[in-house]
Nanobody, 117 residues
Framework: QVQLVESGGGLVQPGGSLRLSCAAS????????MGWYRQAPGKQRESVAGITSGGSTSYADSVKGRCTISRDNAKNTVYLQMNSLKPEDTAVYYCKATVVGRNLVYWGQGTQVTVSS
């Protein structure tokens, strides 16, 4: 059974940092594309960052330079380091796994990030 479990969210002041983690199980983690998405109240879910099995990364313009996505295939975990957080970063952050070639997509349950003073 495939499972993605996010952690690391919380309340942080503007300018602060958080590191989100997503632990995967039930899949060949090293061969899947991993991504972080977020959804703010009243808004559509949007892509934040992605990382391929080979380690290539991509970022939304809104977080470029402030966030870093990484993966540890030995731990079946993907991370999102977020720095210089802004109130507009407030959202539920979701982890997504895509099994390329099999058209399979899995989502985690989400972790809340709130940036507020």
């Amino acid at each position: 059974q495939v499972q993605l479990v996010e952690s690391g969210g919380g309340l942080v002041q503007p300018g602060g940092s958080l590191r989100l983690s997503c632990a995967a199980s039930g899949m060949s983690f090293g061969s899947v594309v991993m991504g972080w998405y977020r959804q703010a109240p009243g808004k559509q879910r949007e892509s934040v960052a992605g990382i391929t099995s080979g380690g290539s990364t991509s970022y939304a313009d809104s977080v470029k330079g402030r966030c870093t996505i990484s993966r540890d295939n030995a731990k079946n975990t993907v991370y999102l380091q977020m720095n210089s957080l802004k109130p507009e970063d407030t959202a539920v952050y979701y982890c997504k796994a895509t099994v390329v070639g099999r058209n399979l997509v899995y989502w985690g349950q989400g972790t809340q990030v709130t940036v507020s003073s």
